[in-house]
């Protein structure tokens, strides 16, 4: 009985504030590893940095601001898809485009001429390739 009670005043509490989300969870992460960096490097910046961070997560959590949270949550996303679309691009031999498309086709790979910069979309599947760029010519080989 003692316990449904607590549980009902912290649900009561909650109610109609933010919570957590990604941005919160990578937040405690981040937090988690200066607390550790802290640890092994003893320096009060990175102790100070966690806590400013656990701080932040908590005027997040605790926030009843659903619209600015819910936007810094979207951007964090954002960036995060951006990020990780670059990083993609780089491990499948290709270069992410400004607008972050780097070919949503699975059956093809897009690659760059090294000298022209020229996007050359190749057939996945046919091992070591040469390829010749249409635009200035140059040879190239890569993997498809």
Known sequence: MRNSNWRDRFNSFMQGRYGQDTLSRFLLVLSLIFLVLNF???TP?????AGLI???VYYRMLSRD????????????ELKERAASFFRGIRNGTTASPSG?????PAFRIYRCPKCGQK???PRGHGKVEITCPKCRTR?????
């Open 54 to 56: 656990l701080i932040w």
């Open 120 to 122: 050359i979309r190749i």
């Open 66 to 77: 659903y619209d600015r949270r819910s936007a810094e949550n979207r951007k964090f996303l």
């Open 140 to 144: 190239f080989r890569k993997r498809t």
């Open 40 to 42: 092994f490097i003893r």
């Open 101 to 105: 498309n780097t070919g949503s086709d």
């Open 45 to 49: 910046v990175f102790g100070i940095l």
